[in-house]
Every structure is written in C-alpha cells, then in structure tokens.
C-alpha cells in the first residue's frame, strides 16, 4: 500500500476530529441550558393568575390581617 | 456490456473491484462511525424533544429534521430491489435525443447490449429536431443494427413531445425511457423489470451512476449526490412505494399506467405557461396518484453530468423550478397514500422551504443580533455530510476518495443551492432549459426571432 493511499484511508476517522473538537466545545454550553431549561417550571405547572376582580378581596383580606 | 461503453464505467464503479483487507476494515470503521455519528444525533435531538415542554417550536422543528435525515438512512437499510422473478415483459426504450450528436451513438450501443430477448425489446431513438448531426448518428447506428428504430422530428418540439412521439410508436406492454446521454449496465432492464410483477407497480426507477465523474470537482462531487439521491433518498421512497421523481436517466412505466395522461401531461401548463422541463417528475405524478412507484437499485445506468460550475447550477435551478411546480400537484394528492408515505413526502417539502430561513437565522441573524456564533449549525453540516460520505463509502467494495467530495458537496450546497428554491419559486414561469439552446416551448416569430412563449402569453 502506497503512503498515498494510506493517508487517504486515515482521512476517514480523522474526520471525526472535528466533529469530537466541536462537541467538546459545545458541550458545557448545552449543559447549561438544558439544565436552564429544566429548571424553569413548565407552563402546566404555574398557576394562571387570577382574573383582577377575584384577586382584588384576597389582597384586602391579607392586608386587613395585617392590620389586625 | 460493450467495449465502449465499458469505457464509459465511472472510476466510482471501476474501484469496486477486488477489495484488499484495508478496505474491509475502512468500510468497518466507516459503518461503526455511520452508526455512531446517527445515533449522536438522534440522542442530541432527544435532549431538547424532552424539554419541548419549555421550548416547543426549537424541540419539534429539530425533531423534524433530525427524524427526516436519519430516518431515510435507517429507511434506505433495509430496502431491497425487486426479486429476480423471471419476468420477460415486451418493452419498448424510448430514447429522445437532441443535439446529442458526441453521446448517442455509445448510448443506442448499451441498448443494443442489453441481455433481454431481443423478440420482446424495442429500441425507439427518437430526434427532436437536432441542429447537429445526432440525427445522422442515429440512423449510422440503424444501419448497423435494424432493431434501432429511428423517429425523426422536423423540428424541435422539446422532450415531451419527442417522448409522447416514441409512446404512440409502440406497443409495447412496458414503456422505459433512458436518456440520450445514460447508457445501461448489460442486466439493467432484465433487472428494472422485474418489479411489474406486483400487479399494482405502474413505474419503476433505474438507478444512475456518474459516467464521467473524474471530468472535473463538480462531477466528483456529483458522484455522492446522484449515490444519496438513489441509494438513500428514493430506497427510503420505494420502501412505501411512493418513489416521488423516477429519474429521466432510466425508468419504466406499465402502458396502462401512463397512456391515459399522455396529452394531460404532454401539454401541461403551469401559470399559463407550457412546462418544458421536469418531464420524469411530471410523469412520475400522473402514476402516482393510482399506482405504486419503486425504485430498482440493481437496474444500473450511467449518466453524465455537468461538467463546469455555471452549466451545473443551471441545471440545479431548472430541477428545483420542477421540483417546485411537481412539489404543489404531490402536495394535493400524496394524502391519500400511506400515512408514513405522505410524511415524508410534506417534510421533504416542508424542509426545503424552511431550511434557507434557518441558515440565515444561524449563519447571519443570531451572530450579529445576539453575538451567538453558529457553532452548532456548522458542527451539524458537517455531521450530515460526513454521513452521507461514510453511506457512499459503506456501500463500496473498495476505498473511493470520491466520498470527501460528498462532504465538500454539503458546504458547497449551502454556499450555492440552499438559496436557488427561493429564486426558483419566484421565476417558476420560467421554460428556459438553460443547459442548452432549444426552441422548445418558445414561439418563433418568422423574421424575429425565438420569442419566449411567456411573452406571448
């Protein structure tokens, strides 16, 4: 086998070097924001707030305890 | 096959030779790093598909394509070309011709080559009102041969035409179609044909080789595209039996599946104008809507392909014109096939579209608006044109370099033809073929001219 022809074969997992190089870059990043987004609660999960008008007497209530 | 048309192999088949044990362990390394760069993938996509419920739109949009590229890969495995079942059906090959006159000869020779009863083939050449000798050259091969029947039209009425002119000559219970630059592996049509033994198949798909792929870069880039186009892309299609394009470079129609639509097809409009090109999409639509349509891996042609950089984007633009227009009249019917069928075909189309939008919000819009470089996006590409080379390389006997030019087919693809859909949609009216002058689809003003017949409308 020529030397040619056997750096043209290595050409094949050195091209992964790149990719390798990339996804170690990358990773920490991705980490972050996967661990970013599970962290943030999903939609289900927090409560839609109240309509104004059914809001407004807690709000008072919570004050006039307050005041007692 | 003959001498001449050996000659005509692509270097990519004349590495299949006898394999030394390097390249048994390169195509190893090449499948093992196949399996793991499309399982990455999948996993790195499955990452953020399980946090859609935070970001929806980025999960199910990566899921799409991710989905899409891998999944006509895993398609593509376990496809298999139609079984050897004996079948000798009468068959008529067209071949339309216009100023071919340097590949006809060599071409009508494969046909003469063919290993198929002779009592049951007929060989059609068919020219379209050649300005050049290919008329001449035809009947040279006629005279040598009389089994060639040569149809010679007074002047050029554009591929349909002289393809309709060679249906209406014939017969035949099998219509093929190889164009006037393809020539045939000896067994091709043996092996094409085989498939019709399913009652329901009304078209079958050749596959194509590059036949001059050492010409220049583009051609040897054109190698891998034309293997992924076939190999991956219409084996993933033939597994529902919805090949959506059967290729002009070799393909054949049951009679009954396409004489029905022969002059809604020859006369297609599209806004108001004739379509001249896209012919084999066109046709493969009309048999779609009622019949199964498969791809035949074994059934090998060789075709060549454009050689310099302008000539070869032409020719991208008029497939994605057609792809276009083939792309609205799929939409409206592919429904009503498989499910899985039509979800390949939507995404398809859904992807092109979409895919120029998301280069430049990753390539452009997030570098400059929030400083994010496009790491990921790059990191992508590469992995995908890493993917479809290692597929070019697994699938040879022995090492072909060409698989690095697939890779460089990737960028060049997103450099060049990523932005044409665009340009193709808005000039969809267009019947330039633009690979060649032709009058076809143009009127001719005496006196005046060729004048475009969009002009006249």
Redesign the interface.
């Known amino acids: 086998?020529t030397l040619r022809?056997?750096l043209?074969?290595a050409?094949?997992?050195l091209?992964?070097v790149?990719?390798a190089a990339?996804?170690a870059?990358?990773a920490p990043s991705?980490e972050h924001r996967?661990n970013e987004?599970?962290a943030?609660p999903?939609?289900?999960a927090v409560p839609s707030p109240a309509p104004v008008r059914e809001r407004m007497p807690t709000v008072k209530r919570t004050r006039r305890g307050r005041h007692r | 096959m003959g001498g001449e048309s050996r000659a005509q192999r692509s270097d990519a088949q004349r590495s299949d030779g006898r394999a030394?044990v390097?390249d048994h362990v390169?195509r190893g390394?090449?499948v093992i790093?196949l399996i793991v760069?499309l399982s990455g993938a999948v996993a790195y996509h499955g990452?953020w598909f399980g946090?859609a419920?935070?970001?929806l739109l980025f999960a199910v949009y990566g899921a799409v394509v991710v989905s899409y590229i891998v999944g006509r890969f895993v398609l593509s495995v376990p496809y298999r070309s139609p079984r050897d079942v004996g079948l000798e059906p009468h068959v008529a090959i067209v071949m339309p011709a216009f100023n071919e006159e340097a590949a006809i000869a060599r071409s009508l020779t494969s046909l003469l080559a063919l290993d198929y009863p002779t009592d049951k083939l007929e060989l059609i050449a068919v020219d379209d009102g050649s300005t050049d000798d290919t008329l001449a050259r035809m009947r040279e091969v006629a005279a040598a041969s009389p089994r060639v029947r040569v149809i010679g039209l007074e002047r050029n009425r554009g591929k349909r035409a002289a393809m309709a002119t060679g249906m209406r000559a014939t017969e035949a219970e099998i219509l093929a179609f190889v164009d006037s630059d393809s020539s045939l592996e000896p067994d091709a049509l043996r092996r094409l044909v085989q498939g019709f033994a399913d009652p329901q198949t009304g078209a079958i798909c050749g596959h194509a080789d590059v036949a001059n792929a050492d010409a220049s870069w583009v051609t040897r880039m054109q190698v891998v595209r034309y293997f992924v186009a076939f190999r991956v892309v219409k084996a993933a299609e033939s597994v529902f039996s919805c090949v959506t394009c059967c290729s002009g470079c070799f393909s054949g129609y049951r009679r009954v599946a396409i004489m029905p639509h022969l002059e809604t097809w020859e006369q297609q409009v599209f806004l108001g104008v004739p379509a001249t090109f896209g012919d084999d999409r066109s046709l493969t639509n009309h048999v779609l809507r009622d019949w199964r349509v498969r791809y035949a891996a074994n059934a090998v042609s060789y075709t060549i392909v454009p050689t310099g950089l302008v000539q070869f984007l032409r020719q991208q633009l008029r497939w994605k014109r057609s792809w276009t227009r083939e792309s609205l009249i799929l939409a409206r019917f592919v429904w009503r096939k498989r499910l899985s069928a039509a979800l390949l075909a939507y995404a398809g189309i859904l992807i092109s579209l979409v895919a120029p939008i998301i280069a430049v919000r990753a390539l452009l819009w997030r570098p400059v608006v929030a400083g994010v470089m496009p790491?990921?996006y790059?990191?992508g590409l590469?992995?995908i044109a890493?993917a479809y080379?290692?597929y070019y390389?697994a699938h040879r006997r022995r090492?072909d370099?060409h698989w690095?030019y697939g890779?460089a087919f990737c960028f060049f693809y997103l450099a060049f033809l990523l932005w044409q859909t665009y340009w193709a949609i808005l000039t969809a009216r267009r019947s330039e073929w633009g690979t060649r002058p032709t009058t076809a689809g143009r009127v001719v003003v005496e006196g005046e001219g060729p004048v475009s017949a969009e002009a006249q409308a």
Do not use: E, F, N, Q
Request: proline share 6%; glycine share 4%.
């Open positions: 086998m022809r056997a043209s074969y050409v094949v997992p091209s992964a790149p990719l990339a996804a870059y990358l991705v996967v987004l599970r943030r999903s939609p289900a | 030394g390097a390169v390394v090449a790093y760069l990452l946090l419920r935070t970001d790491l990921a790059v990191a590469y992995a890493i080379g290692l390389l090492y370099a690095i890779v």
